[in-house]
């Protein structure tokens, strides 16, 4: 034994294989975050690539400025300019939402809000890069057959962009996760918030935030084991994409990475 | 009845198209009456497929007007001036043309039998068990019965155009466009797909089919469009126009293909 170090593990272990309920509920608060922030950054995401590639400029340039805006700030300051900015400035006071037995407390208003207009800046981006390798004469053959683009959409060309899409939305969708360590500050207690809240009445740090790590590890390895299981179903119809488009996902997947 | 010679199914009257300052169609008219065969021909760049894909509104035009079964195709008249129908109006339209694309453009996520029902079921609305049972009576004219569930990427070129021809069939369209469908084939599998056209063509299909192909030209046109630089240079039947053509730019033409 190094003198001086400071480890209770006894400590640790009940907290890793017994971890009291409000862990569980920062875990819980964490995951459901995460998986609606990611959808509702997807919708929008496909609505502003959608934006990006209208023949009218104007929906073009709102496109452009949307993710100028959205990946140009950090998320830390969008946080809390949209919760504690917009209150303050007296525009919009967050009141509890109740669904059901459910209540969407202000922060959690907030937090879904600002975690899901970033996400859809970077989903734009990514819907864009699909929706652009797809041959041009798929465009050509839906119109052929008189689908409207609603149709179109749905069952040639989304599912098309689908499996161009899964590589980087698995790396978005772990950003995401590691990302809603920051919605602490905005005082809601997910993983990371709850691990303060403990910490602050135990001083257990080195424990705790070794235990906060390893809940991460788990979820962001189990979402890597559903991606690739999904990757594998879209491939299913095609032999490998080509090495240009592979490529450029590949290109894409670095980009995004870098945040 | 006064008139006693029946309207064309498809008319095109003086088109003109142009990108920018360029002018591809120079005015170009003609009519393809029901049932008839057409077959385009004429050098690279000389406006062949601009010409059918504006049959279908794939591409728009600057002036003139194309009718399909005396419908005008993509715009409405006003004052004189071409202004361009709601994509709603278009798309229904569009059903009644079928087109077969020189690079097939099957949909790679569907088997070969979803690319023949998805657009019955889609776009028409029509029953699924019904067109299912439709889309493998094609399959089986176009003799590929065995590969129902093969995806595209399993398909060789040939079967892909067959599975192309059968998807636009299904649309049960009153005319079908054609722009080179077999050039970007290889040599052994162009024979099954012209196979199939003339098949059609037995069956009374008007089809306007864009080709190099002057044998198969001979053997299904009622008539062949000679193009050139954006113009037709001559219409007339094949074995005419390949025997003795009138204008020295197809002769040319027809010695450059030798
Ligand atoms: N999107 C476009 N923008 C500008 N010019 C174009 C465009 N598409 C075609 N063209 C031009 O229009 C002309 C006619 O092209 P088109 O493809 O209709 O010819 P084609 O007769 O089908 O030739 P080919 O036998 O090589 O297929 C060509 O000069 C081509 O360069
Ligand atoms: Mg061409």
Same mark, same amino acid.
């Given at each position: 034994?190094?003198? /001086? $170090?400071n480890?209770? /593990?006894?400590?640790?272990?009940?907290?890793?294989?017994?971890p @009291?309920?409000?862990? %569980?509920?920062?875990? %819980?608060?964490?995951?459901?975050?995460?998986?609606?922030?990611?959808?509702?950054?997807? $919708?929008?995401?496909?609505?502003?690539?959608?934006?990006?590639?209208?023949r009218? %400029?104007?929906l073009?340039?709102?496109?452009?400025?949307?993710?100028? &805006?959205?990946?140009?700030?950090? #998320?830390?300051?969008?946080?809390?300019?949209?919760y504690?900015? =917009?209150?303050?400035?007296?525009f919009?006071?967050y +009141?509890?939402?109740?669904?059901?037995?459910?209540?969407?407390?202000?922060?959690?208003?907030?937090?879904?809000i600002?975690?899901?207009?970033?996400?859809?800046?970077?989903?734009?981006?990514?819907?864009?890069?699909?929706?652009?390798?797809?041959?041009?004469?798929?465009?050509?053959a839906?119109k052929?057959?008189?689908?409207? @683009?609603?149709?179109?959409?749905?069952?040639?060309?989304? @599912?098309?962009?689908?499996r &161009?899409?899964?590589? +980087?939305?698995?790396?978005?969708f772990?950003?995401? $996760?590691?990302?809603t360590?920051?919605?602490? #500050?905005i005082?809601i207690?997910?993983?990371?918030?709850?691990?303060q809240?403990?910490?602050?009445?135990?001083?257990?740090?080195?424990?705790?935030? =070794?235990?906060?790590a390893? %809940?991460?590890? =788990?979820?962001?390895?189990?979402?890597?084991?559903?991606?690739?299981?999904?990757?594998?179903?879209?491939?299913?119809?095609? +032999? @490998?994409?080509?090495?240009?488009?592979?490529?450029?996902?590949?290109?894409?997947?670095?980009?995004?990475?870098?945040? | 009845?006064?008139?006693?010679?029946?309207?064309?199914?498809?008319?095109?009257?003086?088109?003109?198209?142009?990108?920018?300052?360029?002018? !591809?169609?120079?005015?170009?008219?003609?009519?393809?009456?029901?049932?008839?065969?057409?077959?385009?021909?004429?050098?690279?760049?000389?406006?062949?497929?601009?010409?059918?894909?504006?049959?279908?509104?794939?591409e728009?035009?600057?002036?003139?007007?194309?009718?399909?079964?005396?419908?005008? !195709?993509?715009?409405?008249?006003?004052?004189?001036?071409?202004?361009?129908?709601?994509e709603?109006?278009?798309?229904?339209?569009?059903?009644?043309i079928g087109?077969?694309?020189?690079?097939?453009?099957l949909?790679p996520?569907?088997?070969?039998?979803?690319n023949i029902?998805v657009?019955?079921?889609?776009?028409?609305?029509?029953?699924?068990?019904?067109?299912?049972?439709?889309?493998?009576?094609?399959?089986?004219?176009? *003799?590929?019965?065995?590969?129902?569930?093969?995806?595209?990427s399993?398909?060789?070129?040939?079967?892909?155009q *067959?599975?192309a021809?059968?998807r636009?069939?299904?649309?049960?369209?009153?005319?079908?466009?054609?722009?080179?469908?077999?050039s970007?084939?290889?040599?052994?599998t162009?024979?099954?797909?012209?196979?199939?056209?003339?098949?059609?063509?037995?069956?009374?299909?008007?089809? !306007?089919?864009?080709?190099?192909?002057?044998?198969?030209?001979?053997?299904v046109?009622?008539?062949?469009?000679?193009?050139?630089?954006?113009?037709?240079?001559?219409?007339?039947?094949?074995?005419?126009?390949f025997?003795?053509?009138?204008?020295?730019?197809?002769?040319?033409?027809?010695?450059?293909?030798?």
């Amino acid at each position: 034994m190094v003198d /001086g $170090i400071n480890i209770d /593990g006894a400590f640790f272990l009940r907290y890793l294989f017994n971890p @009291p309920a409000i862990l %569980w509920q920062g875990l %819980w608060l964490t995951i459901w975050i995460s998986i609606v922030a990611q959808i509702m950054g997807m $919708i929008v995401g496909l609505l502003i690539a959608l934006c990006m590639r209208s023949r009218h %400029w104007w929906l073009r340039a709102f496109g452009r400025f949307y993710v100028w &805006i959205w990946r140009g700030t950090p #998320v830390l300051v969008q946080l809390v300019l949209i919760y504690t900015g =917009v209150a303050a400035a007296g525009f919009y006071k967050y +009141p509890d939402i109740t669904i059901g037995f459910f209540v969407l407390t202000g922060p959690l208003q907030a937090a879904l809000i600002a975690l899901s207009l970033n996400e859809g800046a970077y989903m734009a981006e990514i819907f864009r890069a699909a929706l652009g390798s797809i041959d041009k004469g798929q465009f050509d053959a839906v119109k052929a057959l008189g689908m409207r @683009p609603v149709t179109a959409m749905r069952y040639i060309i989304l @599912p098309q962009a689908a499996r &161009i899409v899964i590589p +980087p939305l698995g790396n978005e969708f772990t950003l995401l $996760i590691k990302g809603t360590s920051l919605l602490a #500050v905005i005082g809601i207690r997910e993983l990371f918030g709850t691990i303060q809240q403990l910490n602050a009445a135990t001083f257990r740090t080195f424990e705790l935030f =070794v235990i906060a790590a390893i %809940w991460y590890l =788990v979820l962001t390895s189990i979402m890597g084991f559903v991606q690739r299981h999904i990757e594998a179903y879209y491939s299913r119809y095609d +032999p @490998p994409l080509s090495s240009q488009t592979k490529a450029r996902v590949k290109m894409r997947g670095l980009i995004s990475a870098q945040r | 009845m006064s008139n006693t010679t029946p309207s064309p199914l498809v008319s095109v009257e003086a088109v003109h198209k142009s990108y920018g300052a360029l002018e !591809i169609l120079k005015g170009i008219s003609f009519d393809v009456s029901r049932g008839e065969v057409v077959c385009l021909i004429g050098p690279s760049g000389s406006g062949k497929t601009t010409m059918v894909r504006c049959i279908n509104h794939l591409e728009t035009i600057q002036a003139g007007r194309i009718t399909v079964g005396g419908e005008m !195709i993509g715009y409405r008249e006003h004052n004189g001036h071409l202004l361009e129908l709601p994509e709603s109006r278009i798309s229904l339209q569009r059903q009644k043309i079928g087109m077969v694309f020189q690079r097939f453009n099957l949909f790679p996520n569907l088997t070969a039998l979803g690319n023949i029902t998805v657009g019955p079921v889609r776009v028409q609305r029509r029953r699924e068990a019904e067109v299912r049972a439709e889309a493998l009576e094609l399959l089986r004219r176009v *003799r590929l019965a065995d590969k129902a569930d093969n995806f595209p990427s399993q398909l060789s070129g040939g079967q892909q155009q *067959r599975v192309a021809i059968a998807r636009a069939l299904a649309m049960k369209p009153e005319v079908m466009l054609f722009d080179e469908p077999t050039s970007a084939l290889d040599p052994e599998t162009v024979g099954e797909v012209l196979d199939v056209i003339k098949e059609l063509a037995a069956e009374g299909m008007t089809m !306007i089919i864009v080709t190099h192909e002057l044998g198969f030209a001979r053997d299904v046109a009622d008539r062949v469009i000679m193009m050139d630089q954006g113009e037709i240079v001559e219409i007339g039947a094949a074995t005419e126009m390949f025997s003795a053509p009138r204008s020295d730019r197809t002769r040319a033409f027809l010695q450059s293909l030798k």
